[in-house]
């Protein structure tokens, strides 16, 4: 049992509704949730929240399982870089911090780094229990931290007018194009 809060939620039951949203104990969370937990301990809970998160992995069911950022609310925007990083900020100041994981230290824990290298480990993946344990141990060298001012066109208001498409008579944003960007060939099914 790990004694530790996380974004205000103890880090146990925070495991059980992890697993429970996202189906698994990924220690990518666990990490997302330090790095979380390390941002808003700044910049603060609120209406006025906002996460970008720079890889699809795990990150952004960290911050919808542990803040009141999803990405339906428009408070949480993903970007599929590959980064294991992330920023919160205020959208009223544009004012966050900038959380990452440090490479160096990940290559000083065996076990950190058997997790976030996988292409390098002999064995299976390392136990979630374990891997959370160290995570506590090296927090304070895992994770970077950094001010940051979020640039204006980051999750400003996008025009959300809508038409329908003269092609296949459903309703999109015009700012798409002259059709919906299925009949522009963008589709990513087949009809029989
Ligand atoms: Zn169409």
């Not at 700044?42 to 209406?47: A, H, I, K, N, Q």
């Amino acid at each position: 049992m790990i004694d530790e809060n996380v974004c205000g939620m103890d880090f146990n039951q925070f495991v059980l509704e992890m697993e429970a949203f996202h189906g698994a104990r990924a220690p990518g969370i666990a990490v997302g949730a330090l790095m979380l937990d390390t941002a808003l301990a700044t910049v603060g809970e609120s209406p006025d929240l906002a996460i970008v998160v720079e890889t699809y992995n795990c990150l952004p069911d960290a911050a919808q399982v542990l803040t009141s950022c999803t990405i339906g609310n428009g408070r949480l925007k993903v970007y599929d870089w590959g980064k294991f990083a992330l920023s919160a900020y205020n959208r009223a100041s544009m004012e966050g911090l900038r959380t990452w994981v440090i490479p160096e230290t990940v290559a000083k824990w065996p076990l950190i780094n058997a997790w976030f290298n996988p292409a390098g480990r002999s064995s299976g993946p390392p136990d979630f229990a374990d891997l959370a344990e160290v995570f506590f141990k090296a927090r304070p060298e895992l994770i970077g931290i950094r001010e940051v001012r979020i640039r204006p066109p980051e999750m400003a208001a996008t025009s959300k007018k809508t038409g329908i498409c003269r092609n296949c008579g459903e309703s999109y944003y015009l700012k798409c194009g002259d059709l919906c960007s299925a009949c522009q060939g963008m589709a990513y099914y087949t009809t029989p």
